[in-house]
T-cell receptor, first 110, second 114 residues
Framework: GENVEQHPSTLSVQEGDSAVIKCTYS??????FPWYKQELGKRPQLIID?????GEKKDQRIAVTLNKTAKHFSLHITETQPEDSAVYFCAASGFNKFYFGSGTKLNVKP | GAVVSQHPSRVICKSGTSVKIECRSLDFQATTMFWYRQFPKQSLMLMAT?????????EQGVEKDKFLINHASLTLSTLTVTSAHPEDSSFYIC??????????FGPGTRLTVT
């Protein structure tokens, strides 16, 4: 099955700085890569996603890049704000199933 | 947007009893629903994939006789934890997939087995 690895497990940045979270996947059949933000005690919320036929996607301060050859994808958050503090999960999906990375706890210090 | 509800949000049960958790897609039809388990400060672990009208597909290591899944309609899937034990205490989250392949999560159910 699919194996998704996510790094780093924790990330602390100063408000206004950028944050980058990286994931790798193992199954070349995976073709959909969403990113979720989960605040404490709440459900994961989809923040951005990318499909395998696209290399980069941007939505305001959030961007995702995908390198299919290397089987890795990354989340970039620019101009971080305290409300960005949460746990972020990457996921890889193919043939209907979703597999999640281990999560990154992002702490944005004011 | 797509809304998924889950009921109950919290449940406490005694060891040996069974608990049913419902997952509903409120404004879209979900041919596929997923059940995840999440331990504190850990990632979501896929337990099973539930397709409407057919048997659920369980991930390796998940006991299908213990975690009974029923997906009777395009908007409802249920997870029943049978003969619950304290080690079953966890946060259970469902998600539903719409036709555009988006996956939307329910709010989760906190199960505590005493």
């Amino acid at each position: 099955g699919e194996n998704v690895e996510q790094h780093p497990s924790t990330l602390s940045v100063q408000e206004g700085d950028s944050a980058v979270i990286k994931c790798t996947y193992s199954d070349s059949a995976s073709n959909y890569f969403p990113w979720y933000k989960q605040e404490l005690g709440k459900r994961p919320q989809l923040i951005i996603d990318i499909r395998s036929n696209v290399g980069e996607k941007k939505d305001q301060r959030i961007a995702v890049t995908l390198n299919k050859t290397a089987k890795h994808f990354s989340l970039h958050i620019t101009e971080t704000q305290p409300e960005d503090s949460a746990v972020y999960f990457c996921a890889a999906s193919g043939f209907n199933k979703f597999y999640f990375g281990s999560g990154t706890k992002l702490n944005v210090k004011p | 947007g797509a809304v998924v509800s889950q009921h109950p949000s919290r449940v406490i049960c005694k060891s040996g009893t069974s608990v049913k958790i419902e997952c509903r897609s409120l404004d879209f039809q979900a041919t596929t629903m997923f059940w995840y388990r999440q331990f504190p400060k850990q990632s979501l672990m896929l337990m099973a994939t539930s397709n409407e009208g057919s048997k659920a597909t369980y991930e390796q290591g998940v006991e299908k006789d213990k975690f009974l899944i029923n997906h009777a309609s395009l908007t409802l899937s249920t997870l029943t934890v049978t003969s619950a034990h304290p080690e079953d205490s966890s946060f259970y989250i469902c998600s539903a997939r719409d036709r555009a392949s988006g996956q939307y999560f329910g709010p989760g159910t906190r199960l505590t087995v005493t």
